[in-house]
């Protein structure tokens, strides 16, 4: 079994005038929300293997506060291609990774909303509502493959075990 998580980065700054999209920092929620991820990740033992992450300031920023939530962050690769915001590089990303069982890719909307919905093809009703309804900054999908290797991946193969919004972690005691 192969499990692939996709983390939305969380709320980013747009305050600044003429600053470079990829560029854009964290805002004040988007600082507070990342860590309570990373603490639902660590604490719903969804520890990812490996991390492949946009190159875009807001995705790195996301990453190193849900990092500092687990025990033993395990190694990241930052990859432009994640910012370019396109579905089919997200599936060669995923197709060629030789790293572990469980994946976390960390980028943006749309590719991930369109990629998710893609490669899902069954699973609990709710998690699959909240999917098509939007993906918010801070979302978590975690889809799982019954594939013994990512190379393996196709659309329509996965089941969509969860889908955690920052709103969900709100209204939850953990």
């Not at 854009?24 to 929620?29: G, K």
């Not at 995705?59 to 690769?77: F, M, N, Q, S």
């Not at 995923?94 to 998710?116: C, E, K, W, Y």
Request: proline share 6%.
């Amino acid at each position: 079994m192969r499990r692939l998580m996709l983390l939305r980065h969380a709320k980013s700054d747009r305050s600044v005038p003429g600053m470079r999209d990829h560029d854009r920092p964290l805002n004040a929620r988007g600082r507070e929300t990342a860590p309570r991820v990373g603490a639902y990740m660590a604490s719903h033992a969804l520890i990812p293997d490996f991390v492949v992450c946009s190159t875009a300031t807001r995705t790195r920023e996301t990453w190193d506060l849900v990092a500092a939530a687990l025990a033993a962050p395990p190694k990241v690769r930052y990859d432009e291609r994640i910012y370019r915001n396109d579905p089919g590089a997200l599936m060669d990303i995923v197709r060629t990774t030789q790293n572990g069982d469980t994946l976390l890719l960390i980028g943006h909307n749309p590719s991930f909303q369109m990629f998710a919905e893609l490669m899902v093809a069954s699973g609990h009703g709710d998690a699959r509502q909240r999917l098509r309804e939007k993906f918010p900054t801070a979302g978590l999908a975690v889809i799982d493959f019954a594939i013994d290797s990512w190379e393996r991946v196709h659309p329509h193969s996965g089941r969509l075990d969860r889908m955690i919004t920052p709103r969900l972690l709100d209204d939850s005691s953990d």
